[in-house]
């Protein structure tokens, strides 16, 4: 019974070729056999199942038995739609129509009447497809390859696309057969598709490099040099004065007087259009000014009317001279940067620059969320991808996304990236936003130097002639020689020290010319090691003088500083004239480092990435030691981003004083390559979205933008990942013979999106009906978009979860997530592990060497507070931690759905440890940020008091109780604000099955907005007499305009029968632990309503003949003989009286008739009379 009946629209000429092809390789021996196979299964020759069985299994052999199973159970399908889409002439096609109609067990004539069925429809659609595909041809005739036809050509693309979208898969050229229309989605594999390298994916093979190039070999190592492009500014290239542009718009412009090359080639079509831009240029080529003019572009579509006359009228009055000036309300600017420290420098600079023009700008990544009441006064929104795919994924984000009219996505290029598919997913949304309300959103994205630029401007919907600016190397405000070293050395200890060799070699270098330099090394650690070194270098080689020189100012400066410093190793060098910065230093030994480099003291500074991010220290040189960093997601050192080291490279030559900066890059000889392609502008931009589809799918599905799979198939053709394939098909798998059949690579977008919907249907993620090709999301599916939780994870989520779970198994579930499946355990960490493992509070079943342990043990230490030692630990324990709080509100929300009380109430206490760090056992005064320690150490030693009764304790009391008297009124005030609510309930059955529920709270505290913010989320939960099942959950806000006033929740729960004495109505905090407030509610004093009258007796009565209604008119419109039992029970009450009556009967009694004897007595009694029914 396990074999499935193919449908006939699923064979097709070559079906038999295709099934054997999975286990053959050649072709012209898989035709022969499919010849073979087909003899075989004839239905002509009346050959019994049996013996077709042994011939197929001499001809195919053991191994393929499954096949030959499906081959049997479709023996008269594939026989007979094989041959008749292989059938040359009408007399072939019709002897195989008379046999299947003569098939004895009746399958052929049923084959038959499905294919003739569709076949109409199917040749009119071929039809369709052949002249759509003919126009399709004409346009790519005439230079559709050029790169500028490339975004007119996909609008064309789309139109012959539309013309097309007629049933559900695209179609062949019309000449191969019909059935193609229906051709069945195949599952790929997307692991064997994926790029295993992610953003270190390199496709082009050779690199070309500028001509005065060359190259050396060394003892254990290779260099490259690439001299600097030196840029010759045409003489015709005008600047353009800030003067120039309209006078509103000055204040954004403070200090400047003119833009530069790049800003003023772009000035007219970023300030004066709304076209969709793409800017590719160099770091430090100005692309924050730019966006600047893109955004006062906006800002002049809102300026009201005579906005100029009243700058001019007097301003005494006014605080700012544009106040008044812009409608805020009507648009909203979002700023996707892809770092945190990124999105707080945005946040910096543009603050106060439209600062003049009332304009708030905010930033929401993700530790910082914004209330509805801050985003609707914001105007500007500077966010990360992630985040904001999460905004734009909840409903809720609709009402502010549909203000939103100009979206600036700062370096794009990171498409390449891991993180890529996110910003597929993020433009897809806006540019299918704009076709569905067609409001237009102006796109803006700025990017690094790449080759493919024209691909991705296609991506945003750039018209290549007016929105495309792609700007070389020249362009840099300083121009840079780079210098690649490709370490050839193979022992690890001899490879450390001939790097520190090379950076001293390069700082000797440096320090002659009177240059500072940045060296960027990839641990906190090894910022210490590598000043170390070089410090020790610099003494054996008694060229100290070149750092510091004696008895000059520096060394007094330097000297007088050395007092302030925290840090150890800092204190080391900083004499000495190296210094260290790093995010791990206290702010004051940071800031410090940083004045004292900007100010010259400071010759070679090592530092960790973070410097080229947040802060803007440039110097004349630029070292990147190694290229490794140490990627907690992937659990090993991986190459850094490309968008790491183009950054870092951006910080070589200070545009005040240099004419050339330097740049130069150590990495293992394998990688010079990828780096060489890298900064010289030959490493294509590829598309990562494949890894990530399902779980995107998912979310679309979500949203409900996509309900069926020729919907996905639609919404693929947004992506990058599309344009890409179009471009570059083998590389996504794609054979040229597909690409050639499948112009627009329908057929391949179906494989994909189908092969995703299947894996969110194994994860229980949505419902995916294969024939209609609906898809449906599920509460998990809901959860997952919600909390961006992978569909490997939500799948072994709901597998494993079990009602009655305790913390020890929840945090076993917990450390198995697909989140962590990179992180390992490596052997320099497994003595410090086992010694966490003594310390964490709840007990780790299994040894510190299996990764699970190490994931359990380090969220532990997380909310414990621990110290750890080792660097790579704490990149995964923050790396844990970050999906810690997401995963157990996911958990929290998996166990409402499925009604199971006490995990519910666990992953919710979960939930709120890992962003407080604070276990259920300490006291719960430590979620306010100003407990002393001390103090709170000494409450929790005072356990044998409860929590509750310390709301009654005076403030002497409380002090005596800590043994500090000073504390007990701050003690005092803050028990009084921990959130907590009185309850009351008011019960009343409505039937015996349902009881009304009235609530009162009473919030029992102090509501203060800077401890509470505006809104507390409570959960209302009941719970049945064993507390294990939720009989009901609602949420419940207490806003803080409403803290003192009593609320009243009504809801109804079922009665459970038999009567249980009691249930629980639980109120619990959704952000404080401890704060949750019983109350029971008893039944033994409820009387329950009496059970339902017993329904109205069938009489055994002769049933009326239809003659009874005395009309012959009346008696035309019955076409049967006498009434059924329960019409001629009511029919006195009905046809003879003007009673009221009700008449409950099950469906199909007859009740319409019953209707029909009221309406006939109104009028037999009044004809004049009107009826409403």
Known sequence: GGVRILSVHEIDAHYLQRQLAATLDDADECAKIADQVLSVLDIRPGTSIRECENQLLVLLGFERFDLIKTLLANRARIWGCVS??????????????????????????????????????????????????????????????????????????SKALDSVKVGSGGGEDGDESPSDAKRSAHELDFDSLTFREGSHTMTNKKCELPDQSWRAMKPGYEEVHVPAVRSVAPPDEKLVPIADLPEWTHDAFKGMTMLNRVQSKMADVALRS???????????????????????????????????????????????????????????????????????????????????????VRELSGDSSLTRQQISETQMIVTTPEKWDIVTRQGEGRAYTQLVRLVIIDEIHLLHD??????????????????????PIRLVGLSATLPNYADVATFLRVNPKKGMFFFDHSYRPVPLQMQYIGITERNAFRRFQLQNEICYEKATMQRRNGNQMLIFVHSRAETGKTAKALRDLAMENDQLSLFVKEGGATQEILREELGSVKNADLKEVLSYGFAIHHAGMARADRELVEDLFADGHIGVLCCTATLAWGVNLPAHAVIIKGTQIYDPSKGRWAELSPLDVLQMLGRAGRPQYDTEGEGIIMTAHSELQYYLSLTNLQLPVESQMIKTLPDHLNAEIVLGTIQTVSEAVEWLSYTFLYVRMLKNPNLYGISDKAAKEDPTLKHRRMDLAHTAACMLERSHLIRYDRRSGALQSTPLGRIASQYYISHSSMAMYSRHLRPNMADIDLLRLFSMSGEFTHITVREEEKLELSKLATRVPIPVKESPNEPSAKINILLQAYISRLKLDGFALVSDMAFIQQSAARIMRALFEISLRRGWSSLSKLTLAFANMVSYRIWRSQSPLRQFKNVPEIVARKLERKSDIEWARYADLNPSDLGELVGVPKMGRTLHKLVHQFPKLELSAHIQPITRSTLRVELNLVPDFEFDINIHGYVQLFHIIVEDVNGENILHHEMFLLKNTGSEDEHTVVFTVNILDPLPPSYFIRVISDRWLHSEAVLPISFNKMILPAKFYPPTELLDLQPLPISVLGESALVKLYNFNEFNPIQTQAFHHLFKTDKNCLLCAPSGSGKSACAEFAIMRMLVNDPQGKCVY
């Open 84 to 157: 008749i889409k292989r059938a040359v002439d009408e007399s072939t096609r019709d002897s195989v129509e008379k046999a299947l109609m003569e098939d004895e067990s009746g399958e052929g004539g049923k084959a038959l009447n499905e294919l003739r069925s569709r076949s109409g429809a199917e040749d009119w659609k071929g039809e369709r497809m052949k002249s759509a595909k003919d126009t399709l041809r004409k346009e790519r005739g005439d230079g559709f390859d050029s790169l500028t036809e490339a975004a007119g050509g996909e609008s064309k693309m």
């Open 418 to 439: 891991d993180r890529g598919p996110v910003l597929e997913s993020i433009v897809a949304r806006v540019i299918r936003q704009v076709e569905t309300t067609a409001e």
């Open 274 to 360: 709304s076209e969709n831009v793409l800017l590719c240029a160099p770091t430090g080529a100005g692309k924050t000014n730019v966006a600047m003019l893109s955004i006062l572009n906006i800002l002049a579509q809102y300026r009201k009317e005579r906005a100029d006359d009243m700058m001019n009228e007097d301003e005494s009055g006014k605080a700012s001279k544009h106040e008044g000036t812009l409608d805020l309300s009507a648009f909203k600017i979002i700023y996707v940067a892809p770092m945190k420290a990124l999105v707080q420098e945005v946040v910096k600079n543009f603050s106060k620059r439209l600062g003049p023009y009332g304009i708030q």
